[in-house]
């Protein structure tokens, strides 16, 4: 029996490490051994929804955090750019928690490429926050994000995307999906206005296989919960 698996490939070059695509393995279930592989370098179109017309560049510092498999054993990879940085100021030391670009790519059961797309935002705190990062569902074809950003989200050419830096005390919460063939939507589900606290975008509770999420949010001493149905 074969299982699917994969990994990121990256130049392997002395000291680089930039991911340029992705690889994956059939493995056997029974001695582990490598029945077939193919690599994949990112498409041009997820290359330009992260740079725009800079197409020389690569991706660091991606983690993967989940993988969907649908009715037809194709896989549905979905990441984030996270790193850490540290900063001296006023004789202290300060540990900064990046939460970067959201990254989706689809691969058919023989592990070709179909698709890959980068969704912009950029996320920071000085302490691991659940308000920050993302969760994603896949559903009816469908997958979707759930981030916390501002007002301000830019629409670019190329059906590209682009979420302003949330503040804690004010983020909107939003809903991002991307369809079967990558196409890419969003929506804002609740307003920070509408709201008296902010809820954790990155640890949704998934029930019933996607078909509702649940968000705790808070603010000071105010706690609320919200329900959300696909």
Request: proline residues 1%; aromatic residues 12%.
């Amino acid at each position: 029996m074969t299982a699917n698996c994969f990994v990121l490939a990256s130049i392997l070059k002395k000291n680089d490490n930039r991911f340029k695509g992705l690889v994956h393995f059939g493995i056997d279930n029974d001695n582990l051994s490598i029945k077939s592989w193919r690599y994949s370098p990112f498409t041009d179109q997820f290359i330009f929804d992260k740079y725009g017309k800079e197409k020389e560049k690569e991706l660091r510092n991606i983690r993967f955090k989940e993988v969907h498999v649908n009715e037809k054993n194709e896989l549905i990879l979905n990441g984030e750019e996270r790193y850490v940085t540290s900063h001296f100021m006023n004789m202290q030391n300060y540990i900064i928690y990046h939460y970067e670009d959201i990254i989706s790519a689809k691969l058919d059961s023989s592990g070709k490429l179909i698709w890959a797309r980068n969704i912009n935002k950029s996320q920071a705190s000085r302490k691991i926050s659940p308000y920050l990062s993302y969760t994603s569902v896949y559903r009816n074809g469908k997958i979707y994000f759930f981030i916390n950003g501002s007002e301000e989200v830019r629409e670019m050419t190329n059906d590209r995307i682009e979420f302003g830096i949330p503040l804690l005390k004010k983020m909107n919460l939003y809903a991002i999906s991307l369809n079967d063939a990558g196409k890419m939507d969003y929506k804002k589900i609740i307003e920070d206005d509408e709201s008296d606290v902010s809820f954790s975008a990155g640890n949704g509770l998934i029930l019933n296989d996607g078909e509702c999420l649940i968000f705790q949010g808070r603010r000071k001493r105010k706690k609320q919960i919200t329900r959300l149905e696909l």
